[in-house]
């Protein structure tokens, strides 16, 4: 966001002339000193910009409150007419283009589409004060930081070989199962919560390098459980600042500014609206005070998914939305809190685990034992068939010896863990590096070199070493100091990036990267760019494949603004179904129960009939009114 003073630092010297005059008056010749610090003066003052917002109707109040809202983002004009009512679209790019002249607004271009933006000098200038009551009833939905744990799961089925892909670089359908089967917490809230997580923790692992791809299979990297190891205590840290950058752009005062702005709470529609800015891609609701989770902003929904906010809920409503104890933490420190860590192991091979354990625990747990529940309080069972499956995936003794030490296990516990592991590792198979010394001289007097042995395995008497496969580099710097330089051959690692373009279609949400400041303000503007600013959404009017929750949004939006489809249709249920392209009007959508339908009415047609949305391929939205449905 620009402040007043830079952005009259770009604007050309008539041009600051004339908003001068339009304060002042012609006064005859100027120095350009004056006149910027006059225009400045007079155009900052925030009574004269209370003047102008007392003065306005609701819509346009709402309006300003929602570019300020949106920040650094900025709104685009196609954005801003789902916040507005039907009838005063026309209305509404008078109001932008007048707001702009009076310097409450100013706006710039993304590839000929304008985006409004305010400016930081009137921050405050513009919030709407909630009306009605706020539901302190209903039971409160919290998810904590168990958003760590399922991290912890994912990286553990991937460990296990649990997480095939396709020959596409997409995950396997029975992969996201698999984890799903694990996320029952957030099915409290809704069914759709448990894919958003998904999708949010899959982007978090593969932008970060921690997934890796090896033929079918997605694999832990060592980056990931180095982090696990050494640096897990930062986690739940680390993926609330990486979900900064990506859903704020980095802007954490923004996300601050608005998480503070939920005060003591908020009703789930008010909540809605405030972050509404940051996903703006449906209609805002007017009426309805309690919303189900597909009708919430994305980042709101994330917000609880990091355990930054609750819900209040009722008859699988959110009701209300109030800041967490952690998100409270995170707006005064920096800081998010977690549960205590606790731990507890019972003779039953039962284990108690809260979820604010070190990660290092939780990631050996989620590979090596049962659980049985989702919540705060973990409890798993410790069952030889898992245990020995786990530690056949490449479980290393040293981990094992190390999650002993924090489960303290009672003595007939641990002694059957003694067995179990004795059964995998008291005899060895592995691929061991060899290194052959032809000299009896020279083996012998490495045998008694501290610095090389501390590089080996073990010492065969007669033949030479096994390498520490992590020090083989520096035990051949030594042997270069004997004139020994044996060749090492060529390393066995099979492994890309896994590839980010599935999760970055599923979790991106537009961003528009304002450059040009607009200054002349013409007024065709928003005329010229209206099409191309909804063609790059998903609201745009060529064919598009979308997921069924983007397509919920595109078929809510025709329905209230009455606006046509085109779709490509195919009946799944019937043989040799071939594509059909169909032009038609929504009247209903019926989600409650499966499958998902809705109600259309065919372009010049009088009869209605349900469609089922798993039939539709592809769809745009008409740029221009097809014949109107028949009465």
Same mark, same amino acid.
């Given at each position: ?433 060899? @290194?052959?010394?032809?000299?009896? %001289?020279? !083996?012998?007097?490495?045998?008694? +070199? #501290?610095?090389?042995? =501390?590089? $080996? /395995? ?12 992590? @020090?083989?580099?520096?035990?051949? %710097?030594? !042997?270069?100091?004997?004139?020994? +330089? #044996?060749?090492?051959? =060529?390393? $066995? /690692? ?18 528009? %990267? ?118």
């Amino acid at each position: 966001m620009f402040d007043l003073s830079a952005f009259f630092d770009g604007m050309s010297k008539p041009l600051l002339r004339n908003a001068h005059a339009k304060a002042f008056g012609k006064k005859g010749l100027l120095n350009n000193a004056l006149i910027q610090s006059e225009t400045l003066s007079y155009y900052s003052d925030k009574e004269r910009v209370a003047g102008l917002f007392s003065k306005m109707e609701m819509w346009q109040r709402r309006c300003l409150n929602l570019i300020y809202n949106s920040g650094s983002r900025g709104l685009a004009f196609n954005e801003l007419r789902l916040t507005v009512p039907v009838s005063k679209n026309r209305e509404l790019q008078t109001f932008l283009l007048t707001m702009c002249r009076e310097y409450v607004l100013y706006r710039s271009f993304v590839g000929g589409t304008p985006i409004y933006m305010g400016f930081s000098d009137f921050i405050g200038c513009f919030d709407i004060k909630p009306e009605g009551e706020i539901d302190t009833v209903s039971p409160l939905i919290s998810y904590q930081n168990l958003l760590d744990w399922h991290v912890c799961v994912v990286l553990a089925n991937a460990k296990k070989k649990q997480l095939r892909i396709n020959t596409n670089g997409t995950l396997h359908r029975r992969g996201r199962q698999i984890c799903a089967e694990v996320f029952t917490a957030s099915r409290h809230a809704s069914e759709k919560a448990c894919e958003q997580e998904i999708s949010l923790i899959f982007s978090f692992l593969v932008q970060n390098g921690w997934l890796e791809r090896e033929n079918t299979f997605l694999l832990p990297s060592a980056t990931a459980i180095d982090f696990i190891h050494k640096n897990g205590f930062r986690l739940h840290q680390d993926v609330i600042s990486w979900w900064i950058k990506e859903r704020f752009h980095g802007d954490r005062d923004l996300c601050a500014r608005l998480l503070t702005s939920i005060g003591e709470g908020l009703s789930a529609a008010d909540a809605a609206q405030l972050f509404w800015v940051m996903d703006p891609s449906y209609r805002l609701q007017e009426k309805n005070k309690v919303l189900p989770w597909e009708f919430l902003p994305r980042p709101l929904c994330e917000l609880w998914i990091l355990g930054l906010v609750d819900f209040r809920m009722a008859q699988g409503k959110v009701t209300a939305v109030v800041v967490s104890k952690s998100g409270k933490d995170w707006l005064e420190t920096s800081i998010a809190s977690i549960p205590e860590a606790n731990l507890t192991a019972l003779p039953n091979f039962d284990l108690v685990v809260s979820t604010g354990m070190a990660p290092r625990v939780l990631y050996s747990l989620a590979c090596l034992a049962k659980v049985k529940n989702d919540e705060t309080f973990l409890c798993f069972t410790l069952e030889k068939e898992t245990y020995v499956a786990g530690l056949k995936s490449g479980f290393p003794e040293s981990e094992v010896e190390n999650l002993r030490n924090w489960l303290k296990p009672p003595e007939n516990v641990s002694s059957t863990l003694a067995e179990w592991n004795a059964s995998f590792y008291g005899a060895k198979v592995r691929t061991a590096r060899l @290194l052959k010394v032809e000299s009896k %001289e020279v !083996l012998s007097e490495l045998s008694r +070199f #501290p610095q090389f042995m =501390e590089c $080996t /395995e073990e010492y065969i008497p007669g033949y030479g070493f096994i390498l520490n496969p992590e @020090l083989e580099s520096r035990a051949f %710097e030594i !042997l270069e100091n004997y004139g020994f +330089f #044996p060749y090492a051959g =060529e390393s $066995t /690692e099979n492994r890309t990036p896994a590839a980010q373009e599935e999760w970055k279609a599923e979790f991106s949400i537009a961003w528009p %990267e304002a450059k040009k400041i607009d200054y002349e303000l013409r007024d065709e503007a928003d005329e010229a760019s209206a099409q191309a600013t909804m063609d790059s959404t998903k609201y745009g009017s060529v064919y598009q494949k979308l997921s069924t929750f983007d397509l919920v949004k595109v078929l809510r939006y025709a329905k209230t603004v009455g606006t046509p489809l085109a779709a490509k249709i195919m009946d799944k249920t019937k043989r040799n179904a071939k594509l059909e392209e169909k032009m038609f009007y929504v009247h209903a959508l019926h989600l409650a129960k499966s499958p998902s339908m809705v109600e259309i009415q065919e372009s010049g047609k009088e009869e209605k009939f349900s469609l089922d949305l798993s039939f539709i391929q592809e769809i745009k939205v008409l740029s221009k009114k097809a014949s109107a449905p028949q009465a």
